[in-house]
Each structure stands twice: as C-alpha cells, then as structure tokens.
C-alpha cells in the first residue's frame, strides 16, 4: 500500500523517519551553537579511546543555570542499557534529559531555544530512580 503524503505534515514524518542519526546530530549540534550553549560531543565513541563507564550521553549542554542531556537515536532507535544508566543518573542530578529523534526537531528548537525547562523533559522517579 501506498503512503499518503498529501499532506505536508506526512511528507515532513516520512522525511523525519528517514533521517539518519548523524544528520539528526548536526541539526541539534547547529540549535546549540546558534543559541550559545556550551556542549560536547564525543564523535564515533565506538573508535574513541575511553576511560570509565560506557554509555555516556550523545550531548551534554551546559547554558545558564540549565544541563540538557540528549540521546541522539533514529526512529526506532533504542537506548541501550548503559545508555539509560547515565540518563537515569543525569536526571537524579537535576538535568533536562531527552531522547530525541527525528520526529522531535520541533521540540529540539523549542528546547534550545528556550530559556527554562520543557515539558518534554524526563521526569525522574525518586521511588524506582528511573525516567518517566
């Protein structure tokens, strides 16, 4: 069967849907140096040479009194085990954490964009200390 893409809002989703994590990452790493935050990115951790617990986020962004933590994953992208134990971790601190994908660059502007919190942002669970 076909997909409808009459609409732009479909033809935007099947676009979205499409988008391989890197692009996804360069759109996300340009709202963060537009909107002067101070991040990193450790590119193809896979190949870099680390030291101390794998899993580490795909972005870490610092601006003001705000620590937004984002998993970067295509659309069906899932976290990993590792992954989900920083973001749990992160989260307990009292960072925004994020798993963004394509679907999201909407949310992703209004978040580095903004000047506070999202209600996009996880929410921790202090009883089970995990992501809600």
């Known amino acids: 069967m076909a997909r409808d893409l009459t609409t732009i809002d479909a033809y935007q989703g099947m676009l979205a849907g499409a988008m391989p994590e890197e692009e996804l990452l360069i759109a996300v790493e340009t709202e963060l140096t537009l909107g002067r935050w101070l991040w990193h ?67 992703i502007r209004e978040v580095l964009q903004g000047d506070a919190g999202h209600e996009h942002a996880h929410r921790h669970d202090p009883a089970t200390g995990r992501l809600l």
């Open 41 to 107: 990115h450790v590119r193809r951790s896979d190949l870099a040479q680390q030291q101390g617990d794998s899993g580490w986020p795909d972005v870490v962004a610092i601006r003001g009194p705000r620590i937004v933590v984002a998993e970067i994953k295509v659309a069906k992208g899932r976290v990993e085990v590792a992954q989900q134990a920083w973001l749990d971790g992160w989260l307990a601190a009292g960072a925004e954490v994020y798993v963004w994908r394509p679907a999201d660059l909407d949310v």
